[in-house]
């Protein structure tokens, strides 16, 4: 698939760049992303021109992944990144501190969501690893379901099998489960970002 450019009032989301991997590298030194994520530690501007070459690019063109930047609208900064991953349809994200707090995050989810039933997605899934409380807050406004607590799709980043939150959104907006929320996963967290597809760089 040729990429996709999405757009909200608050923010715009195109292909990153190798132009982004400055961007991408000072966002990959938070310690959050770090800890609820699997992206090499240190991260370095080698990495990030790794991920733009050998996995952006790739995933359009095989239709296996689709990896947006997640631009405040006006704006040719890259804050975060947002990707979507068609064998499982599951969605995964992270955000730059920068970016918190200001519903960058709600909208992006809103817009690969809206994108990925336009393709004829039944459903999206996501996950995170347990405890990361602000991406099940993402979740959570995005529409998904809590469906269970179980094996992370994606392992720490020793190999180590990881538990994970985990919820489904279905394109007719059905609930995909009754299951409530974990009671910890309500608690303030200050992070926005995903174990899943764009968080394990």
């Given at each position: ?39 090499p530690?240190?991260y ?5 021109a ?20 997640i ?9 975060g ?14 955000l ?11 909208d992006?989810v ?32 995005a ?27 279905r394109?007719?907006?059905?609930p ?7 009671a ?8 926005l ?9």
């Amino acid at each position: 698939m040729l990429p996709v450019a999405l757009s909200s009032a608050r923010v715009h989301l195109d292909v990153p760049s190798r132009a982004d991997t400055a961007a991408i590298t000072a966002a990959c030194q938070d310690p959050d992303i770090v800890r609820w994520t699997t992206i090499p530690t240190p991260y370095t501007e080698r990495d990030a021109a790794t991920f733009v070459d050998a996995l952006v690019g790739p995933g359009w063109a095989s239709d296996r992944e689709y990896t947006w930047a997640i631009r405040r609208a006006g704006s040719t900064w890259l804050e975060g990144i947002i990707g979507y991953r068609t064998a499982r349809r599951d969605l995964g994200f992270w955000l730059a501190p920068s970016a918190r707090g200001a519903g960058v995050m709600h909208d992006a989810v809103g817009l690969v969501l809206d994108w990925a039933f336009s393709q004829g997605a039944p459903d999206v899934y996501w996950e995170c690893y347990v405890g990361n409380r602000a991406s099940a807050a993402v979740a959570r406004a995005a529409g998904f379901s809590y469906t269970g607590t179980g094996p992370a799709l994606i392992p720490g980043r020793d190999g180590a099998p990881t538990a994970a939150w985990q919820g489904l959104r279905r394109a007719d907006g059905t609930p995909a489960s009754d299951l409530p929320w974990p009671a910890d996963s309500f608690a303030d967290g200050g992070q926005l970002d995903d174990a899943s597809p764009s968080g394990r760089r």
